[in-house]
């Protein structure tokens, strides 16, 4: 069982739509909570950084973590054709490395 | 653009043979992260590299080794190539050592091993 599991996809939504994409993790030990966008033929970049249990916002994207349950969200408000990627979910402990989910292709169509 | 570079952007060599992926992190950053991306395993981390030191270690094969120069680029050295190392090569590099920190990737290097 991989440590951060994530739905591969595709998810295809229209124009407008809110986005909600979703990790389950498996260690306890996980401290530090991160979303990352990769577009086509590019490197991920790091989208949000959560601490703990909780929400952080910055502007149309809300990142929760429910430590209780070992869920991670990701929403997207007024999604548009611009957020189709693929995103990754990612977690670290404070000791070893990130450890990535597979990620969730998204795609808003016009 | 992040700020690293990844070269060569695209190889294609034969299995058994060996390649050399090269990556210089944004200016400032001491660390190096090294990652492979396939379809079926996703994005696994290799190693990490600190200020010329081996910092963390993933899952990386035997026939795998890196190196952090003076000058903080890196190198992935991949050897008695197989198909099934066919995938994306992603070099990553953050200001400090701590994995929490902010990752800035490249645009990675794809491998075809025929």
């Known amino acids: 069982q991989k440590e951060v599991e994530q739905d591969p996809g595709p998810l295809s939504v229209p124009e407008g739509a809110i986005v909600s994409l979703n990790c389950t993790y498996s260690?306890?030990?996980?401290?530090?909570f991160m979303w990352y966008r990769q577009y086509s033929r590019k490197g991920p970049e790091l989208l949000m950084y959560t601490y703990s249990s909780g929400n952080k916002e910055d502007g149309r994207f809300t990142a929760q973590v429910d430590k209780s349950s070992k869920y991670i969200s990701l929403f997207i408000r007024d999604s548009q054709p611009s957020d189709s990627a693929t995103y990754l979910c990612a977690s670290y402990t404070g000791r070893r490395a990130l450890t990535f989910g597979s990620g969730t292709r998204l795609q808003v169509q016009p | 653009d992040s700020g690293v570079t990844q070269t060569p952007k695209h190889l294609i060599t034969a299995t058994g043979q060996r390649v050399t992926l090269r990556c210089s992190p944004r200016s400032g950053d001491l660390s190096v992260y090294w990652y492979q991306q396939s379809l079926d395993q996703g994005l696994q981390f290799l190693i990490q590299y600190y200020n010329g030191e081996e910092r963390a270690k993933g899952n990386i094969l035997e026939r795998f080794s890196a190196q952090q120069f003076p000058d903080l680029h890196s190198e992935l050295n991949l050897s008695s190539l197989e198909l099934g190392d066919s995938a994306l090569y992603f070099c990553a590099s953050s200001v400090g050592a701590s994995g929490e920190e902010t990752q800035y990737f490249g645009p990675g290097t794809r491998l075809l091993v025929l």
């Open positions: 260690n306890s030990a996980f401290q530090y």
